[in-house]
């Protein structure tokens, strides 16, 4: 665990979270202390120094036929994640070995953002692959495994030769020609800066705080090209563990539910076994009443009505209460009615 790390939990521990009157000592009867080996089971994380680092060796080859049986099946037998999640190599141009930023970033006609266009530390992909992957059986791999099949990654991302062995010495010349290696910047509000970065922070966002008389609704802008927009097909029919990649337009060919128009809502209810539009059934012609509240403004009245039932404006005959019909429904229904029940 990094001291950073540590000296966090024990802050949380001991400050906010930890009501004055409890002391650590009053859970001495509760558990026993973690014994050192209990400990280092699960303090596996490596650091961008590579503190942490366990030793073991791997080479290209042997990665690539640990990548086909354990992680293929997800990220694509070439790291191109296709059809599941976000790829994980492309993107890596060899002159962005030599600059350390990887150029497509900021190209405009390239919106894919692949893993090792992204990460900046070597380590973070060990320590990931080696904590969390893959992902149906994680910690499964030795060490040998990890360090296997994160060489066949790197070269398949033309950062290592296809001859290359990766090691706990090796990977620190990894590091040294990272594509991204450059692109990690320390000077937004995410790093409680100085104390990271050494200099000033920069607000992830220009808005200035607002309490009052703000501004009424977010402006939500892409910065997506128009033409990547729909790229990824419809989300709606993507609901499930496996789909292409994600887009954001999503109502191309989304089947959008047509919504129920009064009179069928009206029907559904049960309305027009008793109602007819104009003519006279058990309860009255919704024409008729229509005309009779021209003018007024009778329909929350009306709803109440409905909804409890009643007798005596048009007739003896009562209406049962109407229990089952939506508020929202009713309220369409009644607001159909008085404008004059149109049979559409
Ligand atoms: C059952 C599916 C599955 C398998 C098998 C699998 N992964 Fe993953 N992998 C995922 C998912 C899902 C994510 C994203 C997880 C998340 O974001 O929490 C992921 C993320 C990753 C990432 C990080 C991607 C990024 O940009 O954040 C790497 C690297 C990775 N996997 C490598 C591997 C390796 C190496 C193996 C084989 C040892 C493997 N995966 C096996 C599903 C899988
Ligand atoms: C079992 C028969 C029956 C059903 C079902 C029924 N009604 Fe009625 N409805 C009546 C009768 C009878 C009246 C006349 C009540 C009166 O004279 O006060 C009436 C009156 C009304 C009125 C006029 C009320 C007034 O005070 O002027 C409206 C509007 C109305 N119904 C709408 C509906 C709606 C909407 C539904 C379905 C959710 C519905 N009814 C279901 C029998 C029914």
């Known amino acids: 665990m990094s001291r950073f790390f540590k000296s966090l939990a024990l802050a949380l521990l001991l400050g906010a979270s930890m009501p004055a009157a409890f002391a650590l000592d009053d859970f001495a009867a509760v558990g026993r202390p973690a014994t050192p080996a209990e400990i280092k089971a699960w303090d596996i994380d490596v650091g961008p120094d590579f503190a942490g680092l366990p030793q073991g060796s791997g080479s290209v080859e042997q990665g690539q036929a640990v990548f086909e049986e354990k992680c293929a099946v997800c990220h694509g037998s070439f790291g191109e994640s296709n059809k599941v999640f976000s790829p994980l190599v492309g993107g890596v141009e060899k002159g962005d070995l030599v600059t350390g930023h990887v150029a497509a970033l900021l190209r405009k006609d390239f919106p894919a953002r692949t893993t090792f266009m992204k990460v900046a530390t070597v380590s973070t992909l060990f320590d990931y692959i080696r904590r969390a992957m893959p992902w149906n059986a994680p910690k499964s791999l030795n060490n040998d495994q990890v360090y296997a099949v994160l060489a066949y990654l790197l070269n398949l991302s033309d950062i290592v030769t296809d001859d290359f062995v990766l090691n706990d010495r090796t990977i620190r010349d990894v590091q040294k020609i990272m594509p991204n290696r450059n692109g990690m910047t320390y000077e937004h509000s995410m790093w ?8 000033p922070v920069k607000p992830d ?52 539910a047509e919504k129920p128009t009064p009179l069928k809502i009206a029907e559904t209810a049960g309305c027009l076994g008793c109602h007819a539009i104009n003519a006279k059934g058990v309860g009255p012609a919704y024409a008729e009443v229509a005309a009779k509240y021209k003018g007024e403004n009778a329909s929350a009245r009306l709803v109440a009505k409905i909804r409890g039932g009643g007798a005596g404006v048009w007739g003896d005959v009562a209406m049962p209460a109407q229990e089952d019909i939506k508020d929202a429904d009713l309220q369409a229904v009644v607001a159909w009615v008085l404008a004059g029940a149109a049979e559409k």
């Open 192 to 199: 409680p800066s100085p104390v990271f970065s050494g200099k």
């Open 205 to 256: 966002t220009a808005n200035t705080a607002c309490m009052s008389k703000c501004k009424a609704a977010p402006e939500l802008v892409s910065s997506l090209p128009d033409y990547a927009l729909s790229s990824h097909g419809n989300l709606a029919e993507q609901n499930r563990s496996f789909g292409e990649v994600r887009g954001r337009k999503t109502a191309e060919s989304a089947p959008v």
